[in-house]
């Protein structure tokens, strides 16, 4: 078997903005392999490629996650999500105000076996059905760390009153529900203390030792250089480096890459100092390293396709 995901020549253009420029790689089964790269480098919009919320400008996407070879470009989210693909986001999309449970439980519809007439007349099998779903969803929020023991009762909770690190969790929790092959985790580390991150890395090394695939983003070096198996860095867009962790580690251009990012953070954190001192007003406190993903179309929907370039 060839690799799971393989990108070929994937490009993606917003208007003059060369988003992702030809770039080709391959994400092998069983493996923990990530993409990595200053902000702005074009690595959600590789995943919006994927998971079918954007339709790329050129290239090729083969998946060879389910049961046959299957080119992705074309299809529609809710398409993908049906071959096996799950995702979360980097700004985390729960149903705020759905409880922990039913955000799980969203995970299983891509799966469920009951046809509508057995949902609106409630029958046997559906309920069945049902009652298999919650303990399945309660299997899930165990497995990533979100104790649901009746005691706790975190799971009647509304999804919105989880701290931030508990709601990323419960956006894997979902997305395992779905059965996934291929699981894709964008920035899941982020906003997380250390702590966090190292249950985080222990539960992303025990989804790959269950035999799913995960192609993950993030900008936690210690989490990429620890459970990654092979590293993939973007810059502007292009490829610049490939390799063993170790490898891409010490490559010049990918020094360079994020030696501008952290000059060019330097000085936009300077000028938005002088601006405050101009205009009189307290600086305002930091927020997060990363620059959060463009908000201009709409990648953030649970499922199904949202970007108006969507078939
Ligand atoms: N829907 C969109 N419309 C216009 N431009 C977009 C859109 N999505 C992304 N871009 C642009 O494409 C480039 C790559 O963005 P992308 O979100 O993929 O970067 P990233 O590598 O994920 O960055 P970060 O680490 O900050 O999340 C940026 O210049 C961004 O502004
Ligand atoms: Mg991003």
Not at 98 to 120: E, K
Not at 238 to 258: F, S, T
Request: a negative charge.
């Amino acid at each position: 078997m060839g690799a799971v995901l393989e990108l070929r020549g994937l490009t993606k253009h917003f208007g003059g903005v060369k988003a992702v420029q030809s770039v080709d790689m391959k994400v092998e089964p069983g493996s923990i392999t990530a993409l990595i790269g200053p902000n702005g480098a074009g690595k959600t919009t590789c995943f919006n490629m994927i998971t079918g919320h954007y339709v790329p400008t050129a290239g090729d996407l083969i998946y060879r996650g389910g049961e046959a070879e299957e080119r992705l470009n074309g299809l529609r989210a809710d398409q993908i999500a049906k071959l096996r693909i799950a995702r979360t986001f980097q700004n985390i999309r729960l149903c705020p105000e759905q409880t922990v449970l039913d955000n799980v439980r969203i995970g299983f519809h891509t799966r469920s076996r009951s046809a509508p007439w057995q949902v609106l007349l409630n029958t046997p099998s559906f309920r069945a059905e049902e009652a298999e779903m919650t303990a399945s969803a309660r299997a899930f929020l165990e497995f990533v760390g979100l104790d649901a023991s009746q005691e706790t009762g975190i799971e009647a909770l509304l999804a919105d009153s989880l701290p931030y690190g508990d709601k990323r969790l419960l956006e894997i929790a979902r997305a395992l529900a779905s059965n996934p092959s291929l699981l894709l985790l964008d920035e899941p580390a982020a906003g997380m203390n250390p702590q966090e991150t190292e249950t985080l890395m222990d539960l992303i090394r025990k989804v790959r030792d269950h035999g799913i695939t995960v192609f993950l983003i993030e900008h936690d070096m210690k989490l990429v250089m620890e459970i990654s198996d092979y590293v993939v860095v973007l810059d502007h867009g292009e490829k610049i480096a490939e390799g063993k962790p170790a490898e891409v580690r010490e490559n010049p251009k990918v020094v360079a890459a994020y030696l501008g990012q952290e000059e060019s953070d330097r000085r936009s954190e300077r000028l938005t100092k002088v601006k405050l001192e101009e205009s009189g007003a307290d600086p305002a406190p930091e927020t997060s390293a990363s620059g959060g993903e463009a908000t201009e179309a709409s990648p953030d929907a649970v499922d199904g396709p949202t970007d108006e370039e969507t078939p």
